[in-house]
Structure formats: structure tokens, C-alpha cells
């Protein structure tokens, strides 16, 4: 154990619930704790909402620990981040705030605290209540004593955690900001037909020469309206192909990934969670890396995404594959949008649990542009498919890293500087 750390209560070293003022009736922000991530430091939203005079209360800088199974277990805690300066939040009642206390402990370092495996074996140990709604009681944490390192050592450490993190985060808003940006121009190419409208008009349509010249400058008539001249309608079976590469649980390598719906994000194409296919015991589909992943089961949950690795998956996921590699990007910016979405939900069977299928998806009608436009927006959304794909392998290597440092460093067996060298020559 480093020298100078101090075995202290966390009630005496942090502040458990600190009092943060809030009129009755005053709108606020507001995080749900379905707003809580697993896997990431910050909230995933927050919402505006009337306080009652009921639920937490915190602000930037505050961590919130989620006190009910199961989420204690899956281990949801936000560092609250975002609101403005001097804003107070509000939130549940199933949270715990811990607050650092002014030159005595950091705030960082209180939410990586709360993040430890030491921590959350206490505060499972110590619920109460009915089987399946248990809470760890505030006075127990307050009662946790854990070694406390100085103030400037805590915040060396919350530093090097926080930098793996922050690196996670920029990866997550740099694959945000691509999607949004392929997104945008699949729908300007294939949906509004912009490039056309622009030529049509005698404007510049904002593409190299090469690309515009791709684009007619006149529409014709077509079953599903106004279309651009030498394109056609078709269907999305005409330019992808669900593989049906089953396979059973004994033909399936311990350690191969496994995607599961629950692994899917919704309304993301970036696919940052799988686990393994160890002791599975039902027939699984293989996919390769780069394949679109689509989610049957309840479509309107809009989990759609691209695989980052070879691996197999539910038999809830449809496999999709571009008829050619031209055909990538016109088909993922396709069955990832949410017209194509509620197409499938629509069409969907099962009144508790709807599906769609294969055979219903390959019918969805569209209007196929010649290939060589379809080739040009899959040159140009590859390297940020790329990008993407890349930035999810360096997150979980990233955040491998912090899941070894963190408890290390939080109990003393790891020093600041000699963590220092492994966070540098990762980030």
C-alpha cells in the first residue's frame, strides 16, 4: 500500500447525497435511469421535467449510483456532465449522489470509486429489501471504508482512468458525426434526388465533376412517382441476399464472437458490443465482418448495424449482403433508415413478439440507380464505415485497459506513474 493513504469512511472522505436546491414546480433537467450506460461514463440523455418534490438531486461533477438490482449489478453509474454552470438536476430515487469534498477528495476520482469491483461487491452484499427489488441503503455506503489516497494523488489517478474514457467518448461522437454525415448524403442522393434537382435547376450540385456527371438532369414518371431519368424501380432483394449460414452450436470455436439483440444499439449502425459463443444450444447464423446485421424481432427497436468482426448471431438477426461490393453503401443506407424500418414493423407477424422476415425485407420496393452511382456513394462511405469499425476496436482495447487499471490503481497495488506508461503507449 502507497504511503499517506488513509483508511476512511466514504461518508467521512465524500458526500453522500448532498443537499442541492430545487423549488417544487421548477422544470429541470432530468436523467432517467434507463439514461444510466454500462459501458460509458456519461448519461446517454437528458430530459427536461417538472420536479414534484420527490428524487435526487446533483449537478456537474456529482456521480449517480444506481442502488437497485439489477442495475447495481450492471454496474450503472453516470459522472454527471453538460448542464449549464450552477444548474441543479434531478433524477430518481433509486440513486446515490457521491460528491467529492472540497480539497479532501476529487469528483473524478468518486465516480471511478463507485466503478470498482471492491465497491460493488460491498454494495451488493449490503441490499435490502424483496428478492429482485433489493437497494443498497445510503448509510451503507456512507459506512464503506476504503484506502484514500492524497488529494493530488486521486486526482492523478482519476486522470489517467478519465483520459481511456475520454478517448472511448471521442470515438463514440466521431462514429455519431460520421452516420450522421453518410446518412445525410444517402438521403440526398437516393431519397430527394438533390444532385438531379440541382442540375434540373442550373445549380452547382456541390459534387466533383466526376460524380455529378453520374446524375441525369431530368425525372420520368415511375409506379412510385417522379423518378431520375434511367434509373428504375426495383427491390431490395435485386441488390442484396440473406446467406442463411446456419450452423450448429458443436460446429462453433469457443471464443468466436457472438452477437445477440442485446448487443445491438438502437438506431446505430456502429456495433461496439459482442460476447462469445461459448456454451451456446441453439442453431446461430455466421457473418463475416462488414455484413449488415438487421434485427426481426421487434423491428421497431431499429437495430441495424455493420458486423466489426467475423463471428456468428441470433437467428433473431438477418444477415445481409450487398449483391456486390458496389451495392454496399445503397443497401446499408437502405435498411438502416427508418422508412425501411417501419416498412418491417408494419409487415410484421406476432402480436407479443412481431418478426419480420427475409422474404418480406427483399420485397421493400426502391428506386435503384444505375451502378455506377451506387458504386461512387460506396467509395465514398467505405472509409467511414472504416473509421468506424477501427474506433470500436481501439474503445474496447481502451476500455480493457481501464477495467485492469482501475481497481490497481483504486487500491494502491498500481502507482500513478507506472500506469502512466501503459495509458500513454495505448492512447
Known amino acids: 500500500m502507497a504511503g499517506e493513504w488513509q483508511e476512511i469512511a466514504i461518508g467521512d472522505a465524500f458526500e453522500v447525497n448532498p443537499y442541492r436546491a430545487i423549488k417544487r414546480g421548477q422544470l429541470t433537467p432530468f436523467i432517467p435511469m434507463g439514461a444510466l450506460p454500462e459501458h460509458a461514463r456519461s448519461a446517454s440523455r437528458i430530459e427536461v421535467r417538472e420536479f414534484t418534490g420527490s428524487g435526487t438531486k446533483f449537478q456537474n461533477g456529482d456521480t449517480l449510483i444506481a442502488r437497485i438490482t439489477p442495475c447495481l449489478e450492471n454496474g450503472k453509474t453516470a459522472f454527471v456532465a453538460g448542464l449549464s454552470d450552477g444548474v441543479v438536476a434531478h433524477g430518481s430515487t433509486e440513486y446515490i449522489v457521491l460528491s467529492g469534498k472540497h480539497n479532501q477528495s476529487d469528483n473524478l476520482f468518486a465516480y471511478y470509486l463507485a466503478q470498482s469491483p471492491s465497491f460493488r461487491r460491498y454494495a451488493i452484499g449490503h441490499m435490502e429489501g424483496t428478492s429482485g427489488r433489493q437497494r443498497v441503503p445510503s448509510i451503507a455506503v456512507e459506512r464503506y471504508v476504503v484506502a484514500l489516497p492524497p488529494f493530488a494523488e486521486q486526482r492523478a489517478i482519476a486522470h489517467i482512468l478519465g483520459t481511456l474514457d475520454d478517448k472511448i467518448e471521442n470515438n463514440r461522437k466521431t462514429a455519431q458525426t460520421l452516420e450522421a454525415m453518410t446518412q445525410a448524403i444517402f438521403k440526398s442522393w437516393f431519397v430527394d434526388f ?204 481502451l476500455a480493457a485497459l481501464r477495467d485492469t487499471l482501475l481497481p490497481k490503481l483504486i487500491s494502491g497495488e498500481l502507482r500513478v506513474k507506472d500506469a502512466e506508461h501503459s495509458a500513454e503507449s495505448t492512447v
Not at 213 to 226: A, Q, Y
Not at 228 to 244: F, I, M, Q, S
Not at 329 to 347: I, Q
Open 194 to 397: 438533390e444532385p438531379v434537382r440541382a442540375k434540373m435547376e442550373g445549380r452547382d450540385t456541390g459534387l466533383p465533376k466526376v460524380i455529378s456527371d453520374l446524375f441525369p438532369d431530368r425525372f420520368v414518371e415511375s409506379e412510385l412517382g417522379e423518378i431520375p431519368e434511367g434509373w428504375k424501380v426495383g427491390c431490395l432483394g435485386d441488390v442484396a441476399d440473406h446467406p442463411r449460414r446456419g450452423i450448429q452450436p458443436d460446429d462453433i470455436e469457443d471464443g468466436t464472437p457472438y452477437i445477440a439483440l442485446e448487443h445491438m444499439p438502437k438506431g446505430r449502425i456502429a456495433l461496439t458490443e459482442w460476447g462469445t459463443a461459448d456454451a451456446l444450444e441453439s442453431n446461430k447464423y455466421v457473418f463475416k465482418r462488414g455484413e449488415i446485421l438487421f434485427g426481426k424481432l421487434r423491428p421497431y427497436f431499429h437495430k441495424v448495424g455493420v458486423a466489426p468482426v467475423d463471428g456468428v448471431c441470433s437467428t433473431d438477426i438477418v444477415v445481409l449482403t450487398a449483391a456486390s461490393s458496389n451495392w454496399f453503401g445503397f443497401v446499408l443506407g437502405h435498411v438502416s433508415s427508418s422508412e425501411f424500418v417501419e416498412y418491417t414493423n408494419a409487415g410484421s407477424t406476432g402480436t407479443k413478439m412481431p418478426r419480420t422476415s427475409w422474404s418480406d425485407m427483399a420485397r421493400y420496393e426502391l428506386v435503384l440507380p444505375p451502378k455506377p452511382v451506387a458504386k461512387a456513394f460506396t467509395e465514398l462511405m467505405q472509409p467511414s464505415v472504416d473509421r468506424i469499425t477501427a474506433g470500436i476496436h481501439q474503445s474496447r482495447t
